[in-house]
């Protein structure tokens, strides 16, 4: 039973930084491809940054200059560093894993998924 449990989400002020941290258990090594989503409210869930079982990662468009996926197999622990935050980030932030490899298109869509987190809030104030 593959389990995924978040944390590092918090208030931070507009411009601040946060680490969210994804522990995972009930697999090892890189296996699965990992992603991060995040919802806020009244909107849909979007695909915010994967890392493929190659370790080859993805970050949506609009983010990329300010989050950071990452990965320790060793500690079966994903990791997501957002930088520069903005009110517009304010969401619940969900990790989320599927058991193998995921194409280049595929990897940031939250349906694709089969296992997920129960998500670590994120707000920024400006």
């Known amino acids: 039973q593959v389990q995924l449990v978040e944390s590092g989400g918090g208030s931070v002020q507009s411009g601040g930084s946060l680490r969210l941290s994804c522990a995972a258990s009930?697999?090892?090594?890189?296996?699965?491809?990992m992603g991060w989503f995040r919802q806020a409210p009244g909107k849909e869930r979007e695909g915010v940054a994967a890392?493929?079982?190659?370790?080859?990662?993805s970050v949506a468009d609009s983010l990329k200059a300010r989050f950071t996926i990452s990965q320790d197999n060793a500690k079966n622990t994903l990791y997501l560093q957002m930088s520069s935050l903005k009110p517009e980030d304010t969401a619940m932030y969900y990790c989320?894993?599927?058991?193998?490899?995921?194409?280049?298109?595929?990897?940031?869509?939250?349906?694709?998924?089969?296992?997920w987190g129960q998500g670590t809030q994120v707000t920024v104030s400006s």
């Open positions: 890392i493929n079982t190659d370790g080859s990662t």
């Open positions: 009930g697999y090892t090594g890189s296996s699965y491809c």
């Open positions: 989320a894993a599927f058991p193998g490899r995921l194409s280049w298109w595929s990897r940031l869509q939250a349906g694709v998924y089969k296992y």
